[in-house]
């Protein structure tokens, strides 16, 4: 059964229709007359998505990127990569099973491949705690980072978390130490490392992991400090203003591309990646593919400085954000702070003001 998003009402009632007419025990059966009709509603399906996803807003995209059907990390390193072989253990507390890291063979190549998962189902969910890593799940990818780094073995990391582990266990046991140094195992790293962001990207528990010589986005994805929701209760104490939250947040793949925070966007499906895996497939391959033979005649140290130097450029050339100067953000002079600047101003008057004041009120007394 489909999972229809709420914009997704006109498409849903359609193929509900086109279900019926491929039924072979309708009453109409199997003629040229009802091949004709299927093939129009097919059509009519196909514009009426190309209408819907060529307009989508930035909480549209949000919903997009959590679709339950969207394909997980596990399905792309499943269909990707050859000989995957599962490393699991950081060597100090445990094993975090919402990341799966491990070598595989890309092209007949070893690689050392991530990838945040979410889970299929609600017992897979929260077997794998919705994606959300603990410490001890950055401390496995850093061990697994540094011995990929050690055999000169490139690295890909599929991101899609809302964020990492918030719980109180989590933080005793280090969570932001564990970030911290994921990050900078990742920009210390001397082979490439090519992070694709699959579905949400959230907040600490992405950037840990997507410090990379090349940050990808797929075309609905979502990458952001915080989710929409949070934004939205801290700027406004009202959650419900998701979709102002989403707009100034600058969380899709075109925003992000615009400003330099990604390299790359691989565009999807019509409908999303959930709606034609193969071709999501075929496209991440390319990309990956592609990226990685940008790297092959570099050496170590180019390869390093490549990606610092990538990092550094962010947001030097022009500022993220430009207000407004009509928004209420602006600050705007009372009669009072008129007042206090002029009396700043004029130092002298408004010690003698003060001291007028003073003398008064000793009188009075």
Same mark, same amino acid.
């Given at each position: ?13 359609? %193929?509900? %229709? ?8 309708? &009453? ?15 059509? &009519? ?29 596990? @399905? ?28 595989? $063979? ?48 490139? !690295?890909?990391?599929? !991101? ?26 990742? !920009?210390?790293? &001397?082979?490439?490392?090519?992070? !694709? ?16 010589? $090349? ?13 929409? %929701? ?58 990956? &593919? ?17 990606? $610092? ?22 600050? $705007? ?8 600047? @002029? ?19 000793? @009188?009075?007394?």
């Amino acid at each position: 059964m489909k999972n229809y998003l709420n914009f997704e009402s006109e498409v849903k009632e359609l %193929e509900a %229709e086109l279900e019926i007419l491929k039924d072979p025990f309708n &009453k109409e059966g199997i003629s040229e007359v009802n091949t004709s009709k299927i093939l129009s509603f097919e059509d &009519k399906i196909n514009k009426k998505l190309e209408k819907i996803y060529s307009n989508l807003n930035a909480w549209q995209k949000t919903q997009v990127a959590r679709h339950e059907d969207r394909p997980k990390a596990k @399905y792309f390193i499943e269909n990707l990569f050859d000989d995957f072989i599962s490393l699991s253990g950081d060597r100090f507390y445990g094993e975090d099973k919402s990341v799966i890291a491990g070598f595989a $063979k890309f092209n007949e190549k070893s690689v050392l491949v991530i990838g945040q998962e979410k889970g299929e189902n609600l017992d897979e969910r929260l077997d794998r705690n919705f994606g959300m890593m603990r410490p001890e799940g950055y401390r496995k990818t850093i061990r697994l980072m540094n011995l990929a780094n050690k055999f000169n073995i490139p !690295i890909i990391t599929f !991101i899609d978390t809302p964020g990492a582990y918030p719980g109180v266990g989590a933080e005793e046991r280090g969570q932001a130490e564990a970030i911290a140094r994921s990050i900078e195992a990742c !920009i210390k790293l &001397k082979v490439p490392n090519i992070s !694709i962001i699959i579905g949400e990207g959230g907040s600490g528990g992405a950037i840990a992991l997507a410090s990379a010589s $090349k940050v990808i986005m797929l075309e609905n994805a979502i990458y952001s400090v915080i989710s929409p %929701e949070g934004c939205a209760t801290i700027l406004w104490r009202d959650p419900t203003k998701t979709l102002e939250a989403s707009k100034a947040m600058k969380l899709t793949s075109k925003d992000l591309l615009g400003l330099k925070i990604v390299d790359e966007i691989i565009h999807e499906p019509l409908g999303g990646a959930h709606r034609d895996r193969d071709k999501i497939l075929k496209e991440i391959k390319d990309c990956i &593919k592609r990226n990685l033979d940008e790297f092959k005649n570099m050496t170590r140290d180019e390869i390093y400085n490549h990606r $610092k130097n990538k990092f550094l450029s962010i947001g030097r050339d022009s500022s993220f954000r430009n207000f407004d100067q009509t928004t209420s953000l602006v600050h $705007k002079d009372t009669k009072i702070s008129g007042v206090i600047k @002029y009396l700043k101003k004029n130092f002298v008057i408004y010690l003698i003001v003060l001291s007028l004041l003073i003398s008064a009120i000793i @009188y009075l007394l």
